[in-house]
């Protein structure tokens, strides 16, 4: 890929100034009507009943529905398996859970309507809030994951050394920008045409279709760009259209469904929490010879992605590590709240933390630092390490990124200059914190493994790209219009990306699993290569010479042999195809090769790639307080040859601080009832500008080795470096000295950490 100034965002400017247009910029098509929803006010009752009669009496009220006017299937359930219904239809499963949607003539109706709406619960019951209670219950969404490889009790049993550890992570809220919203507008013949911030537009066509009762044909889903994903719209988004295609239905006029932010955050998932436990056996040179581990996973009320994220937690539970002896036990829980889904990272965030705990604990009882341990028990390098499940890491590359990672922070001279600035304040404590990271790249279910795209060439040269992927501002599209002007060897202004619609790639797969550049740039490369090799046949004609003769360079076309000065430019060669005849109009696909999995053995080689990263973070905490800040930040990320080193480095920041947000400042809270009480900014805080590290170093990795067969030999970016801020997670235990610090380690719980493990009073 040829590599020259940084190329922005393709809407950096528009993002900016205001100028792109999400799905509520839309124009409101004639005779709009407005959706709002009626939420459950309990966590759980056996029925309910409702009287709209206050809603009928607002002004513009057009019809409320609940789950009977739904014609077809009540199931909105990613997997097809039900079990999940749009409108509740029986018993009420979460505070929030939506019971009934009322149509008005305009939104502030809508909103007024839907809360007049009298909701009267039927035998409500106290609900089941958390992991443990759900433990005890052995209430489980799916049977339990095990991965093991040798004998892990015996192991430990016969150990030198042992440890045990427990701790929880809490769930994070994506807090995209824009919220979920949808407007579908019903066309000829029962047709509906849906405009969706999703990222996965053919899921929503499916589940519209799903409860419609309709054939996919009759759904066409069309999404330009969202004001955020992180995961909120990979399943989310499906309900929220497949809703307004309901208003739709049932009316014959155009419905927009835009939720507010409270019913947002109270409706839809989070990430999943997690409680972990563990015990090790080890020996004095803090090499780890066995783990035992139980991560438990609180799906919420139903199952939705749960299968998914539970698999990737326990395939990255070992992270970047060898263990010989392993026994990891996924489960997925229960709890009455909303049902929880994929958030960036989806599971591996979660997983990558065992390991941490594991490797703080033998430091500990070995006298080690972390960081030796750490070098201790990296996968083997070159290559002879595989994960309990039977796939290989790269232990070179690992030790590369660590390495990199450690001479740019330089750790040894700042671990010194910390130890003086801690034995001279009375209260304020500095820290130092490492992390390094194998994130495996492709989706653990094997047929979204694929993408397409759709390309034309017009007779003046300039090409119309269409492809599978969703633009949510993490810079696929002008990744995947690079690649296309590089298989034509035109500039990028020629490229024009549309807007992502089921019309035009069918049976796509989500925008996620940070694979949207690999299989979008993939089959958009191939249906770029087919049209090339039709105008290159057409030149050979022309002038006489093979096709393999003729070369795509700069905008132009032309006989690349030694003497030979014939060229045309792009354009006229596309106008002489034009007039000779030649489709200049592609598709091209791709599925991703070699990736297997064995659900019975639990073996398999379920990922095309790893994806590798160091870190390191500084952490300045006060004893008094528990208030905390990074100081600074050292990141290493592997991106392979990056198509684009300027949207990775965004995106490398904001996952960073996104991971940062999941780990030190949010954190959400439901009260005995079950009630979400952070539903918004003021309650829920994200992290802000002052929050990311003053000094933030970031490094792609360099002269980065990828497969040859990835897209220009680069790798994905979009979720790996959320997880490089664990780091910080090990400085705030470093700064401490704190055993146990659960997630998020708010002030408060660094706090009580402290008290809890009497070391709050300031040092005499
Ligand atoms: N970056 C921005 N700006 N906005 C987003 O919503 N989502 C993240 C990541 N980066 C997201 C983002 C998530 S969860 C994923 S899986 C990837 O982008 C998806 O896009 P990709 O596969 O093209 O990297
Ligand atoms: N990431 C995101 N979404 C998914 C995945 C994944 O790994 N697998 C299935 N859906
Ligand atoms: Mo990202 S959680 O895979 O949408």
């Given at each position: 890929m040829t590599t020259g100034a940084p190329l922005p965002h393709d809407s950096a400017l528009a993002h900016c100034t205001g100028a792109a247009r999400f799905a509520d910029d839309i124009p409101d098509p004639p005779g709009l009507l407005h959706a709002a929803l009626v939420l459950s006010p309990v966590a759980r009752a056996a029925g309910f009943a409702l009287d709209d009669t206050g809603a009928r009496a607002v002004e513009g009220f057009v019809a409320l529905l609940d789950a009977a006017a739904i014609p077809a299937r009540n199931d909105i359930s990613p997997t097809g398996k039900g079990g999940e219904p749009l409108l509740a239809d029986g018993p009420l499963r979460h505070h929030g859970q939506p019971l009934a949607m009322v149509l008005a003539t305009t939104r502030d109706a809508a909103l007024r309507a839907a809360a007049a709406v009298k909701v009267a619960p039927r035998d409500p019951a106290a609900p089941c809030l958390d992991i443990e209670d759900a433990l005890a219950r052995e209430d489980f969404l799916m049977p339990p994951q095990v991965i093991a490889r040798g004998d892990a009790a015996a192991a430990i049993a016969a150990a030198p050394l042992t440890a045990r550890g427990e701790f929880r992570a809490g769930g994070q809220e994506h807090f995209y920008l824009e919220g979920q919203v949808a407007i579908a507008v019903p066309e000829e013949d029962g047709s509906l045409a849906i405009t969706s911030s999703t990222q996965h537009p053919t899921e929503v066509q499916h589940i519209a279709a799903r409860i419609l009762g309709c054939d996919f044909n009759r759904i066409t889903v069309t999404c330009r760009r969202m004001g955020g994903g992180f995961g909120g719209k990979e399943s989310n988004a499906s309900w929220v259209a497949a809703a307004a295609a309901l208003g739709a239905r049932a009316t014959g006029r155009p419905v927009k469904l835009r939720l507010a932010r409270k019913a947002d955050m109270a409706a839809t998932g989070k990430r999943h929490p997690f409680l972990f436990r563990w015990q090790a056996g080890f020996d004095a040179s803090g090499r780890i010879l066995a783990l035992e581990a139980l991560l438990a996973a609180d799906g919420g009320h139903s199952l939705d992605l749960t299968p998914g994220v539970v698999f990737r937690a326990l395939t990255h539970a070992l992270n970047c590590y060898d263990v010989p002896d392993v026994r990891l036990t996924a489960l997925a829980l229960r709890t009455d709240t909303v049902s929880h889904t994929a958030f960036r990272g989806f599971g591996g965030p979660q997983g990558v933390l065992l390991m941490e705990d594991v490797i703080r604990a033998v430091a500990r009882a070995t006298g080690l630092s972390p960081e030796a341990v750490r070098e201790r028990n990296f996968a083997g390098a070159p290559n002879d390490a595989r994960t309990p499940y039977g796939q290989a890491l790269e232990g070179d590359l690992i030790r590369r990124v660590w390495a990199e990672c450690m001479a740019d922070s330089a750790w040894e001279s700042r671990r010194a200059e910390i130890a003086a600035f801690n034995a001279r304040h009375p209260f304020l404590r500095r820290g130092l914190g490492s992390f390094a990271l194998a994130f495996g790249i492709s989706f653990g279910v094997r047929h979204l493994n694929q993408a397409g795209a759709l390309v034309h060439v017009y007779a003046d040269g300039s090409i119309r790209l269409n492809h599978g992927g969703t633009e949510m501002g993490q810079g696929l599209n002008i990744k995947v219009a690079q690649v296309v002007a590089e298989s034509f060897g035109v500039p990028l202004e020629r490229i024009r990306v549309t807007a992502t619609s089921t019309a035009e790639v069918p049976n796509t797969a989500p925008t996620a699993a940070s694979t949207g550049s690999d299989l979008n740039g993939w089959a958009a490369r191939n249906a770029a290569l087919a049209i090339r090799g039709r105008m290159a046949e057409a030149a050979s004609a022309l002038w006489d010479v093979p096709p393999e003769a003729i070369a795509f360079e700069q905008g132009r076309v032309r006989v690349a042999r030694p003497g030979d000065n014939r060229a045309m430019a792009f354009g006229a060669l596309a106008h002489h195809c034009w007039l000779e005849r030649i489709s200049l109009s592609a598709t091209g696909f791709y599925r991703t090769p070699d990736i297997h999995w064995d659900a019975k053995t639990m073996r398999g080689e379920p990922f095309f790639y790893f994806s590798y990263g160091a870190a390191t973070a500084e952490v300045l905490v006060d004893r008094l307080t528990g208030e905390h800040r990074v100081l600074r930040a050292d990141l290493v990320q592997d991106c392979g040859r990056s198509l684009n080193p300027a949207v990775d480095r965004g995106q490398i920041e904001g996952a960073f601080v996104q991971g940062l947000g999941w780990l030190t400042c949010e954190e959400l809270v439901w009260d005995a009832e079950g009630r979400l009480r952070t539903l918004g900014p003021s309650t829920y805080k994200i992290p802000g500008?002052?929050?990311?590290?003053p000094d933030l170093r970031i490094r792609l990795l360099a002269d980065a080795p990828a497969r040859a067969d990835t897209i220009f030999r680069s790798k994905a970016v979009g979720e790996p470096p959320l997880m490089l801020a664990t780091a910080v997670w090990n400085a705030l235990r470093d700064a401490t000295g704190v055993e146990r610090l659960d997630l998020p380690a708010t002030p408060e719980r660094v706090l009580m950490a402290l008290m809890q493990e009497g070391a709050a009073s300031p040092r005499p």
């Open positions: 500008s002052r929050d990311a590290p």
